[in-house]
């Protein structure tokens, strides 16, 4: 690469700030003369090149006054609340840094149409955003304070870490700047990586893939192009250390609201989005009208299968904060309330997904539908939440996640009427379960629900309270339904039948207790009867498969916990 970049700049103010960057002079002075059309105080084309000695040089090319004031809109930083502590290079490039510069930057990422990746890797886009006005040093200030608060620091020590942190950053970018790396074209990032390794460069090995993904992408003017670019470079998925840089750059890639409305098309309510930023995260999106279907059917098995870690974590606390905001999920009251597919989405069996941040982005969400504040907001949300859930397995879900959560350690008695009236009525386990679920799936989510009850962080006496509550009801449809008396079919063979009863106790859908106990039983019966092993074989003639079928039972019955 060459030594020597030409940057357009644009006067705002008394400032010059940078616009975009060339490697050929003629292209920097036509966009000049455009920007020239436009409303720009002063446009400026630079000449910077770095000497020998490692001194960058500066020469103004061309100066010319434009038609009035740049009109372009004000970017300002955004709100965050909350960042992690960052003290070296290596703390902003992890994916909790990268995900709140997204945010605190999103007006000035948005515009730029780039990524936190794709600043942090390229020294240009590192530099502009250095001196774009006072963005950088706003934001320094403000993730300053959020440290010192948090540690209870200095807030100019503060300060200084972080402009640390960034001017190596900077260094580190700008010293492998000019380095040519191998390029993507009909590469994928596993062969440009392990290109950049036979180079024995001192610069680490991803850091410079990053810096030659980053390139390329950077000339991709839109989100869908640039997804669209990660996607076709992605290469074996069982290298894991190359699909870990794709990924960081996929995520930060949705971490961008409009990047999500260009991949999922417009929605029609807030809700509905939300929704389907549920689905991405789950492997099973769908666009609306607009989408890009042909991304969409690359995501959804990566997301699916587990392989984008870091983006679909990123997607949910992107879904958290949705939750929390207070944006009606409807455009108009009459309209369908989309609440009931979200928590059918994020409510499973096995607990609520994204744990707690989600059970209090759930809770906050109810506040605010019962339009409580202070104190009570997040049990009435909870409550809330809990009203809206349906069979009863859903609603002790949820609570039970609420009390691994701690949100409402104040408020224990309420939690707790709400649990014991989730298992109050299990008759038929008609109120606890799905009515149009078989008896195996009814018996499997009673069990389930047990497990989860088991490994939660309850008092050990309510704890046992539900649990019994729910060996019980799971008994009582065992005899209501004469599940043992149809597995124990007396126009069967003995052998079938004992081995379908020690298979079906052993099968995962009975609880230690009584219903357990029940189908033992019978087993048990079966086995203290008088020449029960002469019987389980009477049918079979060949004495070396009577000795195998014997052995094979007696190894199901060991195995069976009998």
Known sequence: MSDTTFEVTVQRGDRWIIHSTFDVEKEAVTEAEKLLKTKVSAVRVVRNWERGDGRHIEKVLLEKEGAGEDEEEDVRVSHIDEAPLCETDNDLLQKESRA??????????????????????????????????TLMPTAVDKVAGLHAKATDGDHIEAMNNLHG??????????????????????????EVRDEIRRLNLAEDTDFLTMVALTRVMSSTRNWVGKLDLALKVKGDEKDEAARKLLDDVIADILGSPVALKDLLGSSRSFGEAVTMHIDLALGRAKGNRGAADDILELLNPLFGSGLLATSQEAMFDYIVRELRSANNLTRHETDPDPLEGILDRLITENGVIYGTPMVEGLAERGARLRNVGGPRALIEGVAEINGRLLPNWRKLTWLIAVANSGIVEDFSDELIKMMRDAVKDMRALRAFCDPEAK???????????????????????????????????????????????????????????????VQFCSSGVLIEGKSAAMARKRVVGYLKQPNFTDKLVDDIKDMTTKEGTIRDFYALLQRSGF
């Open 165 to 190: 942190a960034i001017e190596q950053l900077s260094a580190r970018a700008r010293e492998v700047e000019k380095v040519d790396l191998p390029a993507f074209e009909d590469a994928t990032i596993s």
């Open 439 to 501: 008896p195996r799936d009814k018996m499997a989510t009673v069990k389930q629900m047990s497990d989860v009850l088991a490994e939660c962080k309850l008092d050990d006496d309510l704890k046992a309270e539900i649990a019994e509550k729910l060996d019980d009801g799971l008994a009582e449809y065992l005899v209501r339904e004469k599940v043992i008396e149809r597995i124990d079919n007396p126009s069967l063979h003995l052998r079938k039948r004992a081995y379908m009863l």
């Open 100 to 133: 709140t510069i997204n945010r605190l930057l999103r007006k000035y990422f948005e515009q730029e149409i780039l990524t936190p990746c794709e600043v942090m890797y390229n020294y240009q886009n590192l530099r502009k955003l250095m001196f774009h006005d």
